[in-house]
């Protein structure tokens, strides 16, 4: 895997837990595509479609006697000499042809597209909006007890440090997919005309699609949403794959 990482990004992220998706996860037939190059890693196996990033990035400060820390949990209560900040996205998209296909799509206007959809019909903007508050969920819960416990920590010590620490589980528990602040939006919606439903802003079509990617590869693994539960797809990401598959269909997804 990490071979096929560096392959596709040229190195490693170093808050890496796993490849989430590969390419024909959701198939049977994986390796039976001969075209090497742009559909397969060297191994012989889908080659990585998103990877799943711990919530946070812990790196070392310069001068310090502590042992290195990649992010993923940490043996340090305190996360003394350490920066640490919360990573962007959970998911995230490695494989650079569906990039590039997914930034034409963009290119097409189908954000907007995307949006008007979810808008004007309530029952899908439901659906979305639990698709965003089960995404901050999941990326609370994929934390190590010790990090969760760290963020949580109050004890009146460093108020400025604190302050910091409560920033951090704010984005970490509230944030979904692309960033949004599914909780602030929620408590500022201000009811308008009836005909359109304030739905979260659709923004990135390639955040949408890794978080999609990986949940149908946990469903075809028959693994549920966060460890049980029903899994509340991505329909963005869904109907950004009905499109892939559409209009790319040289590219194995």
């Known amino acids: 895997e990490e071979d096929a990482l560096m392959d596709r990004l040229g190195y490693v992220p170093s808050n890496v837990c796993a490849v989430s998706a590969r390419s024909g996860d959701d198939r049977q037939d994986i390796t039976n595509n001969n075209d090497s190059t742009i559909d397969t890693s060297s191994k012989g196996v889908g080659r990585p479609i998103a990877i799943r990033s711990y919530p946070l990035l812990v790196q070392q400060l310069a001068n310090t006697n502590t042992n290195e820390n990649n992010g993923q949990g940490n043996n340090n209560d305190s996360h003394d000499n350490c920066n640490v900040t919360p990573f962007p996205t959970l ?84 944030s979904g997919v692309a960033g949004t602040d599914h909780r602030g939006l929620r408590e500022n919606i201000v009811s308008g005309n009836d005909s359109t439903t304030f739905v979260p802003s659709v923004k990135c079509l390639h955040s949408h699609y890794a978080h999609y990617r990986s949940q149908l590869s946990k469903s075809t693994a028959g693994a549920d949403a966060d460890g049980g539960g029903k899994i509340m797809f991505n329909l963005v990401g869904q109907w950004t794959h009905e499109l892939l598959l559409d209009q790319f269909p040289e590219i194995l997804l």
């Open 91 to 174: 998911y995230w998209l490695t494989c650079p042809h569906v990039s590039r296909a997914i930034s034409d799509l963009e290119r097409q206007g189908y954000v907007r597209n995307f949006q008007s959809k979810l808008e004007n019909n309530k029952d899908l903007a439901a659906e979305w909006w639990d698709c965003h508050e089960g995404y901050a969920s999941e990326r609370w819960n994929i934390l190590s007890m010790r990090d969760r416990e760290w963020l949580l920590q109050k004890d009146g010590k460093d108020e400025t440090e604190e302050r910091k620490r409560e920033s951090m589980k704010e984005i970490i528990q509230y």
